[in-house]
């Protein structure tokens, strides 16, 4: 009952009944079921509900002790967070489901959604990288996205800092699609909270998290085969040597799609990773013409739009506190909450530096709770 | 009795006394013989002094009305400049003649050389770019000459401004051949005069043209070729949009040499040609390993080198000359001498100043001396 990788498309059949989406929900958030192992119970099954029946005595069988199915009090909950959210439920296999995720091996079999759907019918291109871009990186985010936009071409990214926020804000009145790492409803970084909002009123946020999940380092790899699932292309714009782009970039050759990259002068940090895959073979980008000439042969949706308003580039907080948690932790584990007190921070500020702290690979979260520095 | 281009490479018996030598030169530097009609003739009849007595008739049944060899006085006026400037004369087939050229359709049949050519053994990376290079730019030259020379490898270049300056010196210690587009005894820029002794001293100058010839914008493009042709591979250091690198690396491609290119920010329009060749298929270059991994596998004679003394930039001069000239020209064409008056320079300083001018196709020169602003 562990995750395995599907080698060829299986077709699954959509809930019909509120009843079905609901055992999908319960079926998805039971323990040991990811997207795959989803597909094989539905399809071995013929049903959520039949699996949901039969998990406990293929756990037993599996010499899983003490198994059991998610509680139904838990998804009850979901969909209430949902509806207060006003989160829509986007099932595999569905028509409002994004056709570009369908021929993942790993496709999430359930995405929740807030805002309009119809941008997932659109063309899509997916802009990626550092979170502490240049100046110049933003710029060039900036163009690109307002200039994909104005081809018809709907911008993915994943509301992150730096480049993720600078695609998202020039592709906010041509539709931009913001996956996050946590639940739908769950905004980070604070910063980016009206950006957020922005996108639901004219995008569309989408995670395969359950509401309310607070993102974790974990979900951000998870998070950003979606990303580069929903385009046909991926577009690095700034990325660092070792950075999470570069691994978005290879899941995104896997998954098929094309790999495109900003090149940099080579005395710039800032443009490693982009030259390295350039090197590796990836497309050169200059324009959004470089990128559009490099999609497979299909015709975009073309659409008028106006020019978009570029808001200011937010100003990056919270620098402060990551100097001085990366000056309290050492290579000797200590605990999460001996850090707080030390710190004189509350947890609510601490948490979200902590997790750019190990998205950056800086800090190691170790069992019990325990931090440390990456040795 | 034109040129022609030979597809199969024809070996040529080098001259091997002083009689010959001068007949070479004499056939060489008859009216309408280049490089390719040379070695016809050569294979034709045998030898230099039987092709220059029948070429007289050749050109009267081909139609050309009072052809005339080359009289013998100027080959004696070439061979006496050339021995006062210590040049040295390579010929085809000869064992001191740079191997890498001998594959060439359009090989030089002879060059003159000045300095050590001994450098011509070793395995050679040329190194091309813009004359006004960007400080980005004349860095990222210095730091790939000196790593290259470190690593036993000639650095080629063209003795120009900017980045060919920057090759050079960063070189100097390590080994460095510079093609002059002019005679091998005729220096420009100016400001390059104590380069082009050093180079002299440690290294090697080269040129196909007879002693004394003042470079015109038509011999640029001919030298580029040897660059190319005398190296493994050629790295265009930073280059514009439509500027001469981008043909040098063509005709590289052309020998099948390896082109390689520099990659910069698609803001930064010094990128741009660099960036085009990466587009188009040339490999990234960040560093001289990168260099050193694109080469056809051949081991590198490795020396022992002490890291080379960087000189500082020339500067840049005539700025306020060119300018000058641009200002006083216009569509319609005027005499080169009115201009000389109008500017009150001399001929000597001008020159140099309309060779660059035409070089980067700001100016045109039209039949009867007369220079107009490009179209």
């Keep these: 009952m562990t995750e395995e990788q599907l080698s060829s498309y299986h077709p699954t059949l959509p809930p019909t009944t509120e009843e079905d989406r609901f055992s999908w929900l319960r079926l998805l958030r039971s323990r040991k079921v990811g997207p795959a192992t989803f597909r094989r119970l539905l399809r071995e099954h013929s049903s959520a509900q039949n699996a949901l029946a039969a998990l406990p005595e293929m756990a037993r069988a599996a010499g899983i002790k003490g198994y059991e199915i998610c509680p139904p009090g838990v998804i009850e909950a979901e969909l209430k967070a949902a509806k207060a959210a006003n989160a829509q439920l986007l099932c595999l296999g569905s028509a409002d489901f994004p056709h570009a995720l369908n021929d993942l091996t790993d496709a999430p079999p359930l995405l929740w959604a807030i805002g309009d759907v119809s941008v997932l019918r659109k063309p899509s291109i997916a802009m990626v990288g550092a979170r502490n871009c240049s100046s110049l990186g933003a710029r060039m ?89 929903l385009a046909q292309a991926v577009v690095v714009v700034e990325a660092a040597a070792k950075s999470g782009s570069l691994i978005t970039a290879r ?46 042969r299909q015709k975009a949706d073309l659409f008028e739009a106006s020019v978009p308003e570029i808001a200011p580039e937010p100003v990056a907080l919270g620098a402060t506190l990551h100097r001085e948690i990366l000056a309290r932790l050492g290579p000797s584990p200590i605990a999460e909450d001996q850090l ?19 998205l950056d690979g800086r800090i190691q979260r170790q069992p019990g709770g325990l931090l440390s520095l990456t040795a």
Excluded: W
């Design 141 to 229: 985010a900036r163009g690109l996205a307002a200039d994909l936009g104005k081809q018809g071409y709907v911008v993915v990214s994943g509301l992150a800092r730096g480049i993720d926020t600078s695609a998202h804000l020039a592709a906010l009145n041509t539709g931009t699609v913001a996956v996050l790492a946590g639940g739908v409803d769950v905004i980070y970084p604070a910063e980016n909270t009206d950006l957020a909002r922005d996108i639901a009123q004219s995008g569309l946020r989408l995670s395969e998290q359950p509401m309310g999940v607070t993102p974790q380092a974990r979900h951000f790899p998870r998070r950003n085969r979606i990303i580069s699932g």
């Design 251 to 296: 899941d995104a050759l896997d998954q098929g799609r094309e790999v495109l990259a900003v090149p940099g002068h080579p005395f710039d940090a800032r443009a490693a990773g982009c030259n390295l895959l350039i090197r590796d073979g990836a497309t050169l980008v200059r324009s959004a013409e470089d990128v559009i000439e490099a999609l497979p």
């Design 340 to 358: 707080i007190r030390d710190i004189a921070a509350t947890a609510g500020e601490i948490g979200p530096a902590l997790v750019d702290l190990e």
